[in-house]
């Protein structure tokens, strides 16, 4: 009887073993395969983010469970579980995704963006496997931007220069068919000498514009120190300031001067801004720079001068490119047109904005918004 009894006990003892045994194994392969996984899943995620691509992968209800490093810095740090349609909104690049999710079946659709700035993309739509536990949709975008922009800078860049170099060409051409004595020497050669420089201002601020569009979609990254720029064109500008005995004055806080951009574009900015001001101001005026922190975000830069002023029914077509509020005035003190335009296009490429006040015979204010660096 007690012989049976432990050959059973034994049994279960055995059977109890082997079972928790297996268990621990079968434990130790699931926790395997998920470290696996997840180390998978990780490698991955880093392969992605070398891509220099915009790669998105969206839910089921269309939210974004994962953007590589080139979405995250092109559409934003904080785009995750957000709906796709927050970061591109067009219809036509909707439609391409609920065709995918109906049809299950891979589209390419071209789209473009036009705010905060001119975008153009070529998006690669695809069912996925399971990412994250659940069926996704990836969307790999091309950027077409570059190629777009450069196509319509060519034949801008044709159209203007065929038109505005027409005019001074003109002049230096009737000044060398007139030339034939002295006198007519002394009266065109300096009207020829002057449109000679007005063509090669105007060559180079076009080729500034054009490269400044073609790079507008891709926004600066750099923590710049707004008092050490406006301090260095405040000084590439002394001699242009001591001429006309005009003063800048720089009233800025060292707590908010620290702003998300291009060092080199911001300088031409308020290059651009403080030459205005130097050519359309008589002698003896001021021009004043302050900033006042807008919110925990923005900064705004004010420039304001004592010129000549911009009547007011103008003042919406300012920053056009070639538009001159006074085309002779331009003239005499070899404006291209191009300043503002320069201007406001870098501004656009910051995330910030331009607006511009002024009234005739007491002067113009110009009023910039930037991104504060954190």
Do not use: C, W
Not at 117 to 129: D, G, R, V
Not at 172 to 196: H, V
Not at 323 to 328: E, I, S
């Amino acid at each position: 009887m007690y012989e049976l009894f432990f050959l059973i006990l034994g049994f279960a003892l055995s059977f109890l073993f082997i079972k928790f045994k297996n268990k621990n194994l079968l434990n130790k392969n699931i926790s395997e395969k998920n470290l696996e996984s997840k180390d998978l899943f990780k490698n991955q995620k880093k392969i992605l983010n070398q891509i220099p691509d915009q790669i998105l992968v969206i839910n089921k209800l269309k939210n974004i469970v994962f953007a590589n490093q080139s979405a995250l810095n092109r559409f934003g740090g904080n785009i995750k579980d957000s709906h796709i349609a927050e970061v591109i909104r067009t219809s036509k690049f909707l439609d391409g995704i609920d065709f995918v999710i109906e049809k299950k079946i891979p589209t390419v659709v071209k789209t473009e963006i036009q705010t905060p700035t001119y975008q153009a993309y070529e998006a690669n739509i695809f069912q996925a496997p399971i990412f994250e536990n659940e069926r996704s949709i990836i969307i790999l975008l091309r950027d077409l931007t570059e190629i777009y922009k450069i196509q319509q800078i060519k034949s801008d860049f044709v159209a203007n220069v065929s038109h505005q170099l027409r005019t001074p060409l003109q002049s230096i051409k009737m000044g060398l068919e007139t030339i034939d004595d002295k006198d007519s020497q002394k009266k065109f050669l300096p009207i020829m000498l002057q449109e000679a420089y007005r063509m090669e201002n105007l060559i180079k601020d076009l080729l500034i514009l054009s490269k400044i569009e073609q790079q507008e979609h891709v926004k600066p990254k750099d923590i710049i120190n707004l008092n050490e720029i406006i301090n260095y064109v405040k000084n590439s500008n002394k001699e242009s300031l001591d001429k006309k005995n005009i003063t800048l004055d720089i009233n800025i806080p060292e707590d908010a001067t620290n702003v998300i951009g291009d060092k080199d574009k911001l300088i031409e900015v308020f290059s651009n801004l403080v030459d205005n001001s130097i050519k359309y101001s008589e002698p003896q005026k001021k021009i004043h720079v302050e900033t006042y922190k807008k919110n925990s975000h923005q900064i705004e830069i004010v420039f304001k001068d004592q010129g000549i002023g911009i009547p007011k029914d103008l003042l919406p077509r300012v920053s056009e490119r070639f538009f001159q509020a006074d085309p002779k005035k331009s003239r005499v003190v070899g404006g291209t047109g191009l300043g503002l335009a320069i201007a406001k296009h870098i501004i656009i490429q910051h995330r910030g904005n331009l607006r511009i006040e002024s009234e005739e015979g007491i002067g113009s204010k110009f009023i910039i918004n930037l991104p504060l660096a954190s």
